[in-house]
């Protein structure tokens, strides 16, 4: 293990050549300025290198000896430059610029784009979006050019499931309960989203979708703020929400604080049509499901030096999303008449809390740039439901028969997780160069008991109940390096290896399942800027998505009385080669291509028994998939006014399958299209408008009929921006919910359909007091892959 690390070390210089480093930090009233222009030329004024300043006022250039000028320019400021004589690496320590008189009485405003784009990210900065004002951070996520969610399921455009980090640290949820705790998280706390196509080696290589990082807003030097926002959303059923968020720093203290909750309910709607040799069953179910939710966190930081950092965070959620359904089902014979009904009523009280801890340590070790950090995570995550459901028969005008099924699903899942990570950043002369590595441990069990209540009393069934117990434990290394290569080239390589210990245990079946295994994971980040105008990029990476704790336990939940699903405690993680190659055109136009291979990879397989019936939702290891794809993004103002980001992507997909599944692959042509639209009607109203749309495509075991939708929004500022009142309409049409979606397997056709109330409508009114500035902070936490999939 340390022989990989030290070949990882030892390679990476054979690719340096010797440059010089200037540094140094820029201030202006006494506070460091940000984003400040530094532009390095040749005496002759030929750009030889540039860059902006960071949070802290400090720049960084690579150049090699020789004569320079240097100049330094912000909006407001007087331009600073001087000629500079370079022999070594050099600290031109602070720079101060001089307000500009002239301009004392104009107040400056720096905006931000709506959408970014970095050599390794996208950057959807929230703040500027009318769509996610007063919503939730999947509104902030949904909204972020790329990313997809379908039967809730969050995915990047070209790659699969998508993890989720808050401020650098992963959420361990996915499903169901990853859309539900970032429901608890307001859209007015977030500050931008980060999408990551492919994820540099620091970061855990679970998970093939990329990742999204949601940057929250944290207060700068010298300021206190706090927001209030109140929302109302109004579909079938409406629910409220109410949210503070509160920021401090002065001195060496910053705290953030924020309080949320939500009430009210959702209306929620599926249809699945199957198609039996004997008939068709057709199954419609109508839900209303709470909307109960409080949330909250605080993150306090503390300077013990000029160098260290001590800090804790917290984030706590508890939630009680009760749902009360009727599922109908119509029994129909070869002639399509209507033989029978099933009519189960259900009704479900859950209750789902989660608790995150980390205690962090951040030093600067050296004026050399040497940073070393340490984290120490605990997570939690507890989640009981109790599903009782009765299903009675009836004839076609609905005289009754009999009483089909009536039980009681108790179940609980209790999830520990700890994890220590330390980070280590160390500039070299030939590049930059970081290290790490994480030891973590999870302890998972989980309990279903079932109940058969056709007799007016619960009787337990110990046939149909079971208790799984799951530990798995991951050490991981890694090394990362950057290196510039002359004004014009940029190389990025990285090298993480994961060993992984699993064990679980089926009470019902006495049955254990062991796995271990060793894994590396390579990356690679290879820029060329050509000129100005012209930048290219492209990048490689290995990555593993490993099944969710809950889809590994063997035993079956009854969804009702037709329907159940089964883990699979032999499920096999997949692992995928993604390569990446985008090319972009004055930083408006951006062409993106990607090729992606997934091996082994597994998913949910929907089985249907002819002879019974009943329908199995079980997970295999089913398939092997070729996914390819070429898009356009392209950002423009057509007047100073409309401000447009578009995209359009030609995608396309080869499926294989092995014996574990009885279907026939299906694949074609996808066309993917988005426009977002800003138009300011003046500086304190704005309206947006957003289209996506996505056409009919086949993709491995699945059809997905053609879906779009289109949100109008206007936003107003008022008392000097302190006041924000928007509106929105989302999905006006109602046509963005997932429908058609087909397959085939064993012969039987089946054709399913959802809608969780897409189409509403949402006011918003947010209040804030005290110092306006606001600056983001983000940070890598411990916690990451794990964190994910506690489900």
Request: proline share 2%; charged share 20%.
């Amino acid at each position: 293990m340390k022989t990989i690390i030290l070949y990882a070390i030892l390679i990476l210089p054979l690719l340096a050549k010797s440059q010089i480093q200037l540094k140094g930090n820029v201030k202006g009233n006494n506070e460091p300025i940000v984003w400040a222009n530094v532009i390095l030329t040749s005496p002759e004024g030929k750009v030889i290198t540039g860059a902006l300043t960071k949070e802290d006022g400090s720049f960084e250039l690579k150049l090699e000896n020789g004569s320079y000028q240097l100049k330094i320019s912000y909006l407001g400021f007087i331009t600073w430059q001087q000629i500079i004589l370079i022999a070594k690496d050099t600290n031109l320590g602070i720079i101060t610029l001089q307000q500009n008189d002239e301009l004392k009485e104009v107040r400056i405003v720096a905006k931000k784009k709506l959408i970014e784009y970095k050599t390794d990210r996208i950057v959807f900065n929230v703040e500027n979006s009318i769509s996610a004002s007063g919503g939730n951070a999947v509104n902030a996520i949904g909204t972020a050019p790329g990313v997809m969610i379908l039967n809730n399921s969050i995915s990047i455009l070209g790659k699969g499931d998508t993890r989720v980090m808050i401020d650098g640290k992963l959420i361990a949820l996915t499903g169901d309960e990853l859309i539900s705790y970032l429901n608890s998280i307001d859209a007015t706390n977030i500050a931008s989203v980060e999408v990551i196509t492919n994820p540099p080696a620091k970061y855990e290589a679970g998970g093939n979708g990329g990742l999204i990082n949601i940057i929250l807003k944290k207060g700068v030097q010298d300021s206190w703020k706090n927001s209030t926002s109140m929302t109302y959303n109004q579909s079938t059923y409406s629910f409220y929400s109410l949210n503070d968020n509160f920021l401090y720093n002065k001195n060496k203290v910053r705290l953030a604080m924020n309080i949320d909750g939500k009430t009210g309910s959702l209306k929620q709607t599926e249809e699945l049509t199957t198609y039996y040799p004997n008939g068709l069953w057709e199954l419609n179910r109508v839900g209303k499901q709470q909307q109960n939710n409080l949330s909250g966190g605080l993150a306090f930081d503390y300077d013990v030096s000029d160098r260290t950092t001590l800090g804790i965070q917290y984030i706590g959620n508890q939630e009680n999303p009760d749902s009360k359904d009727m599922t109908t089902i119509k029994i129909r014979n070869t002639a399509h008449q209507i033989d029978s009904l099933l009519i189960n009523n259900g009704l479900s009280k859950l209750n789902n809390s989660s608790h995150t801890y980390n205690a962090h340590v951040f030093t600067k070790l050296d004026t050399a740039g040497r940073k070393l950090s340490f984290d120490l995570d605990y997570f939690t995550y507890n989640s009981k439901t109790n599903n009782n459901f009765l299903t009675s028969s009836f004839l076609p005008d609905m005289e009754f028969l009999n009483i089909n099924q009536s039980a009681k699903n108790i179940s609980e899942q209790n999830i520990r997780n700890t994890s220590i990570k330390v980070d280590m950043e160390h500039p070299l002369k030939f590049m930059n160069l970081s290290y790490g590595a994480k030891m973590s441990f999870i302890k998972s069990k989980a309990d279903i008991n079932y109940y058969n209540t056709i007799s007016g009393y619960p009787i337990l069934d110990k046939t149909q109940s079971n208790g799984f117990d799951y530990q798995e434990n991951n050490q991981s290394l890694y090394v990362n390096g950057i290196k510039s290569l002359g004004s014009q080239f940029s190389l990025q390589i990285g090298l993480r290896m994961e060993n992984i210990q699993t064990n679980g245990y089926s009470d019902n079946k006495n049955q254990t399942t062991v796995n271990n295994y060793l894994k590396l994971f390579p990356t690679l980040y290879l820029s060329y800027k050509k000129d100005e105008n012209n930048n290219f990029l492209f990048n490689y990476g290995k990555r593993v998505d490993r099944p969710v704790f809950r889809d590994l336990n063997p035993f079956r939940y009854y969804l009702n009385s037709k329907s159940y699903s089964e883990g699979n405690p032999f499920l096999q993680p997949s692992y995928n080669d993604n390569f990446d190659f985008t090319y972009v055109y004055k930083g408006n136009l951006r062409t993106n291509l990607f090729f992606n291979i997934t091996t082994d990879g597994y998913g949910v397989v929907f089985n249907s028994d002819p002879v019974t019936n009943i329908q199995i939702i079980s997970r295999q290891n089913y398939f092997k998939e070729y996914y390819y794809g070429i898009g356009e993004n392209y950002t423009v103002n057509f007047t100073p006014w409309w401000q447009s980001q578009n995209s359009v992507y030609l995608l396309g997909s080869k499926s294989v399958f092995n014996e574990m599944v009885n279907a026939i692959p299906k694949n074609s042509l996808q066309l993917y299209l988005t426009t977002n639209n800003t138009f300011s009607l003046s500086t304190s109203t704005k309206i947006q408008a957003d289209y996506f749309y996505t056409s009919f495509v086949k993709r491995g075991l699945y059809e997905t009929g053609q879906l779009s939708g289109l949100n109008m929004g206007i936003k107003q500022s008022l008392l000097k921006n302190k006041l924000q009142l928007s509106m929105l309409v989302n999905d006006v049409f109602n046509k963005a919910s997932l429908r058609d979606y087909t397959s085939v397997v064993n012969g039987i056709k089946q054709v399913y359909g959802q809608n969780y109330s897409s189409r509403f409508f949402r006011f918003s009114l947010a209040y804030s007091f005290g110092n306006d500035k606001v600056n983001i902070k983000q940070r890598s936490l411990g916690n990451e892959e794990e964190r994910r999939r506690t489900n």
